[in-house]
């Protein structure tokens, strides 16, 4: 079984604890990122979105799975399986060592994830406690004054990338 864990990074300026609105394991929060086929190895064209509390049953009728999916160009069967309790908020000293913070694990068979995107309803709070909620990152950048911290806040640079976990 191989598991790939979600690892994120960016540039936080004067902020901390970068995470899905409802944090880590939230059940509402939406992944975004492609498939690429374990067998022919075509990309998908199309993110695909996993969802915690939207499941599907499994092809083999063993319990539920996050998504089922044929690839297009060989017919090959995969499904995606969140696992939670592995994600962590990014924090102002991760980022500023340019370390990553794990996000969330997903257990592929048939598919490799890649190139995740960061999309909406993210939080954060700023390092004098102001807190920001539903933050839109898909544009790539978030950029705000705090009144609190009198100083300006700032996520860009977002990285993202899926470790392999045996
Ligand atoms: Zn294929």
Known sequence: MVNYLLMIT????NLTDLQPQGGCDD????YYFKLKCGNCGEVTQKETCVTLNETVPSA???GETHLSQKCKFCSREGTV?????RGRPLTHEQ???GKYAPLMSFDCR???PVGFSFGSSWKAESLAGTKYNDIDLSGGEFAEYDEKGECPVMISN???KFDVVK
Not at 27 to 30: D, E, K, Q, R, Y
């Open 10 to 13: 960016a540039e936080l300026e």
């Open 27 to 30: 059940p509402n929060f939406s």
């Open 60 to 62: 083999k009728g063993k």
């Open 81 to 85: 399986s969140m696992i939670t309790g």
């Open 95 to 97: 980022a500023e060592a």
């Open 110 to 112: 048939g598919f490799e």
């Open 158 to 160: 977002l990285r993202a």
